[in-house]
């Protein structure tokens, strides 16, 4: 390989006729007198003798093929292979036209894609893409640690494992997961999750998509391979398993909890559950006293007071209009449409159970070092967000104040947080019950040791201000423009690479991180687990419908031959046996009859009598 062309301190022009180059390879350009400069494959281009050239219209320039003629290439017979190599470093005066160019062992390269200085300690996401070369030279160490799948079968790795070291986290915080459907970006968060799980470290995940199980592992996968993460990791429910207790409810908490549940609360409803909720209040008081005040409300202190004078009534009611006349004389500004809109989103809260529950089990799951998944609707899971976050940030801030303060304080240990749909949790142009709580973990979380790492499909719709604090990004197949657009300003991408995104593979993605100091392509490794969400929906409708007609042959089995005279009687004899899917009239039960006869299973003749199946 050697460089051809016009050169510059930036780019080189790079030629070859036997080694075939992939974008991302990196090579070592021998130029002694810049001390052998590395530079990186942005773009190739072959030429061939079968295809006819068209010089003209080619993004190679006329220097370029000059020079390949000067030293030997025949352009109109050779294959020549060209790529456009970008310096790693801008070299302090133009490469050397004709110097050497070869391809590097790891050792040389080393320093550039290693930023883990104990593999033990690191997350072992997948494989460098462009280093299929260093694989010979690899350490042993660092092979075989990260397969990978090709068309659902485990392949051996070849390449540079790309290795992502949290603890650089603590300079360079947030991670952020983007990729339109189908892209892999699930995927990835999944291995990401495993890799959390292994390393130990207690982390809080919202799977509004029900999908972060763990416990099966995945289809084919190699023994040597395989990892238990049982013990590692726990799923809960909204208001099933967790749930918030209602007396330890401060007036911000409850308002907020109160705003996801309807759509944000107006500023009159804001000052009536100040007025109303007193410290220590449970639900059941809460929602009795604001019942008691829209009634009191609506009958008016004139009608009460003169109920009261006019007419005769037992202890009971008497005591009970007392009560709407102090609820009238101390909450008497407040409007009663206002009072039924507060009860209306409590009401909401609670059929969702979640007043039922505590957070106990989240905080002993962090403190336990595991991986807490949070699941539920999304709309509750936001509520819940905006709870939970607050209570568990604020117990490691605490922590981290009182140590600089040298006080005593119980131990809460750093932790992550890791959402999917994260554009709901945070999104731009609008608020959300955890959109403040995030924000404030995006910006200040790294000096308490709280980390965020946010996926979502759509990144252009996620807060600027968090998605600004994401210094590591993993880019998947992103087609929509805007969604580009974003990901053009908030990472490092190259216009090459920008332009690549819409046709990436399903798990390949561009990593922009500050850690590494430029963008690398990763192929993701195979996880070791697989989500409950593999069947293909329509792979599951064949397999419904094979069973229900299985099960209906084996209850007409012992009635062979059926005559179609016979329909009726059938019919109440298979509406009491307890099948499944019911049949409701002859008609139903003649057309599953002739199912099976389109399947050869039953044979229809024609009788004087009408049809008969056997």
Request: with cysteine; aromatic share 8%.
């Amino acid at each position: 390989m050697q460089v051809v062309g016009i050169t510059d301190q930036q780019e080189v022009w790079v030629a070859s006729k036997e080694v075939k180059l992939q974008i991302n390879q990196i090579l070592i350009i021998e130029d002694e007198d810049l001390d052998n400069p590395r530079g990186e494959v942005v773009c190739t281009q072959s030429y061939n003798r079968y295809i006819p050239l068209s010089i003209g219209q080619s993004f190679v320039d006329q220097t370029v093929l000059e020079s390949l003629r000067q030293i030997g290439y025949n352009l109109e017979q050779d294959e020549i292979n060209l790529a456009k190599v970008r310096l790693l470093t801008e070299a302090t005066y133009p490469i050397k036209p004709g110097c050497s160019v070869r391809i590097p062992t790891f050792e040389e390269v080393k320093d550039l894609l290693i930023k883990s200085p104990n593999l033990d300690e690191a997350m072992v996401l997948g494989v460098i893409r462009g280093t299929e070369d260093l694989t010979s030279s690899l350490e042993p160490e660092y092979q075989g640690i990260a397969p990978l799948l090709n068309n659902g079968e485990f392949v051996s790795q070849k390449g540079v494992p790309f290795v992502f070291d949290p603890r650089a986290m603590q300079q360079y915080p947030h991670i952020g997961i983007f990729g339109g459907s189908g892209s892999g970006k699930s995927f990835g968060l999944r291995v990401f999750l495993e890799e959390i799980m292994k390393l130990g470290l207690p982390a809080l995940m919202f799977d509004p998509h029900f999908e972060m199980d763990f416990s099966d592992p995945f289809p084919g996968i190699p023994e040597d391979y395989r990892k238990d993460f049982r013990d590692r990791f726990a799923i809960f429910q909204v208001g099933q398993e967790v749930g918030v207790q209602f007396e330890k409810l401060g007036v911000k908490e409850l308002t907020d909890l109160l705003a996801a549940s309807g759509g944000g609360l107006s500023e009159s409803m804001v000052n009536a559950v100040e007025t109303v909720h007193e410290r220590r209040d449970s639900f059941l008081s809460f929602r009795n006293r604001l019942e008691g005040i829209r009634e009191a409300l609506q009958m008016g202190k004139s009608k009460i007071e003169r109920v009261l004078k006019e007419e005769a009534l037992n202890r009971q009611k008497e005591e009970e209009l007392q009560q709407y006349l102090e609820y009238c004389n101390k909450y008497g500004s407040l409007p009663v449409s206002t009072v039924g809109g507060i009860i209306w989103r409590l009401d909401r809260l609670n059929r969702s159970g979640l007043f039922n529950r505590n957070i106990d089990p989240v905080i002993n799951g962090l403190q336990s070092g595991k991986l807490v998944v949070i699941q539920g609707p999304i709309w509750l899971l936001g509520v819940f967000a905006t709870y939970v976050l607050g209570h568990v940030y604020r117990k490691r801030r605490e922590y981290r104040d009182a140590q600089l303060r040298r006080e005593a304080a119980e131990y809460f240990p750093p932790f992550l947080i890791v959402t999917d749909e994260a554009h709901n949790f945070a999104p731009k142009g609008y608020d959300s019950p955890a959109k403040s709580i995030i924000r404030e973990i995006a910006q200040e979380g790294r000096k308490y040791g709280a980390f965020l790492i946010l996926a979502t499909q759509r990144p252009t719709l996620l807060d600027e201000t968090v998605t600004a604090q994401l210094n590591t990004k993993f880019v998947f197949r992103t087609v929509r423009g805007t969604d580009i657009a974003t990901i053009k300003e908030e990472t490092d991408l190259r216009p090459e690479e920008s332009r690549r995104l819409p046709y990436l593979r399903s798990g390949d993605a561009f990593v922009s991180s500050a850690i590494f100091g430029r963008t690398l392509s990763v192929r993701i490794r195979a996880a070791k687990t697989t989500s409950p969400h593999t069947d293909n929906p329509f792979d599951e409708l064949k397999s419904k419908r094979r069973q229900k007609e299985d099960e209906f042959f084996e209850l007409i089995k012992d009635k062979l031959p059926i005559m179609e005279a016979q329909a009726l009687e059938i019919l109440k004899d298979l509406q009491t046996s307890g099948f499944e899917f019911s049949l409701d009239s002859v008609e139903q039960l003649l057309e599953q009859l002739n199912q099976l006869v389109r399947q050869g299973k039953l044979v229809k003749e024609n009788s004087p009598f009408g049809a008969v199946y056997r």
